[in-house]
């Protein structure tokens, strides 16, 4: 018998509570369960002229032994959340958590000295050598296509809109919606007309709704502003925003390289070993930007999400000094408890003897500044 409990947990996570637009909600949930099983078929085979990561429709996974679950495995997945009575609560109401609040200030007056502030999810604001760089920027109530339905954010963002600093450039990783917030994105466009990045096959789309400076990139290509080279380099993830659209845009990870200091920024990706490559091309990253959430079941997310053990191990193959940890509390998106990302990071740098110091696990609007500020 379907547990109750749950079963209306489950709809208010996704939104679908009740209401005179229960049955339209419940068509968009339909539609967007449609969508998922459909992202998930095979992409193209490659032709032997394209890089190995083209095909002739879009783009595929270097590593191709990594596939995302079956359509039956994702089946089982969604009947499974109704059943099981053992698993963690998904109710942000049954947990606590921590939030620094940062009224900007810090920032906006931050002019040379080296800092990462975690904003919520994959959001980021880095300061490296002046530039004010903003990671996956989702500002918006719900990631979704639509403002009414769909996973809603139980975490505010770290700093309000409107206290940003000036903001110079955006790295997107790829097109899912809590990566790629059309919303927050065109606010950004009004208020500091930055330079975007994403991957190929992006650039026209972003055009299309009114940004103005977009540069599209391959795996392991470069471009140069405001004095920093950015780098678009490899993850092991998929694109889609729609029900026809699986893998026609590239997605990927950032590698920001600086005069001194270099930054990685890894979007949404799966464990694979990229990130030894990673490492060994661009030694001496001072920062780790890893996602830690989202994982569970661990057999169907796998392919596209690391658990937080193939974080810490991703932070060692990338030898980078420091890691800060995103990609959870502030959206429902999968099954583990919402306190867990985190408590079993920390447990692994311990059990892995890496030292604490190298874990910068900031609050939700905390800033941290990396090595001595510069005094004035």
């Known amino acids: 018998m379907i547990d109750?409990?749950?079963?209306?947990?489950?709809?208010?996570?996704?939104?679908?509570?009740?209401?005179?637009?229960?049955?339209?909600?419940?068509?968009?949930?339909?539609?967007?369960?449609?969508?998922?099983?459909?992202?998930?078929?095979?992409?193209?085979?490659?032709?032997?002229?394209?890089?190995?990561?083209?095909?002739?429709?879009?783009?595929?996974?270097?590593?191709?032994?990594?596939?995302?679950?079956?359509?039956?495995?994702?089946?089982?997945?969604q009947v499974s959340r109704l059943f099981d009575r053992d698993r963690p609560s998904l109710d942000p109401g049954d947990y606590h958590f921590e939030i620094q609040?940062?009224?900007?200030?810090?920032?906006?007056?931050?002019?040379?000295?080296?800092?990462?502030?975690?904003?919520?999810?994959?959001?980021?604001?880095?300061?490296?050598?002046?530039?004010?760089?903003?990671?996956?920027?989702i500002w918006s109530e719900r990631c979704s296509p639509v403002s009414f339905a769909g996973p809603k954010r139980y975490t505010a963002p770290g700093i309000e809109f409107d206290s940003l600093p000036e903001i110079h450039i955006v790295l997107i990783s790829h097109n899912h919606y809590d990566h790629m917030d059309l919303p927050t994105l065109i606010k950004l466009e009004e208020k500091f007309h930055p330079r975007f990045y994403a991957g190929l096959k992006n650039r026209d789309f972003l055009l299309r709704e009114g940004l103005k400076d977009v540069v599209e990139m391959d795996w392991w290509e470069e471009n140069e502003s405001h004095g920093l080279k950015i780098h678009f380099t490899p993850t092991q993830h998929f694109s889609a925003r729609g029900v026809l659209d699986r893998d026609k845009t590239l997605w990927g990870s950032y590698l920001v390289e600086g005069k001194e200091r270099k930054v990685y920024f890894a979007g949404d990706t799966g464990y694979f070993d990229g990130f030894k490559s990673i490492g060994e091309r661009f030694q001496g990253i001072d920062l780790a930007i890893l996602?830690?959430?989202?994982?569970?079941?661990?057999?169907?997310?796998?392919?596209?999400?690391?658990?937080?053990?193939?974080?810490?191990?991703?932070?060692?193959?990338?030898?980078?000094?420091?890691?800060?940890?995103?990609?959870?509390?502030?959206?429902?998106?999968?099954?583990?408890?919402?306190?867990?990302?985190?408590?079993?990071t920390k447990e692994l740098f311990q059990s892995e003897s890496i030292e604490r110091s190298k874990l910068l696990d900031l609050k939700i609007g905390q800033t941290h500044f990396l090595y001595a500020r510069t005094k004035e």
Not at 63 to 74: E, I, M, Q, R
Not at 305 to 333: C, G, I, W
């Open 4 to 77: 109750k409990k749950y079963f209306l947990e489950f709809l208010h996570g996704i939104g679908l509570d009740s209401g005179s637009g229960f049955r339209w909600k419940a068509f968009l949930l339909t539609f967007g369960i449609f969508q998922t099983l459909t992202i998930y078929h095979c992409s193209s085979v490659s032709r032997e002229t394209m890089p190995p990561h083209h095909t002739e429709s879009g783009f595929q996974n270097s590593d191709l032994t990594k596939k995302p679950g079956s359509v039956g495995a994702f089946i089982s997945w």
């Open 101 to 137: 609040p940062n009224d900007g200030l810090v920032v906006q007056n931050n002019k040379k000295d080296f800092s990462v502030t975690w904003i919520g999810h994959a959001t980021t604001l880095v300061q490296i050598e002046g530039v004010n760089i903003l990671t996956d920027p």
């Open 291 to 344: 996602p830690i959430g989202a994982y569970e079941p661990i057999d169907f997310m796998s392919p596209i999400h690391m658990a937080p053990n193939e974080s810490v191990r991703a932070f060692q193959d990338l030898q980078a000094k420091f890691m800060v940890p995103m990609h959870y509390e502030t959206f429902v998106l999968t099954d583990e408890a919402l306190d867990e990302p985190l408590r079993l």
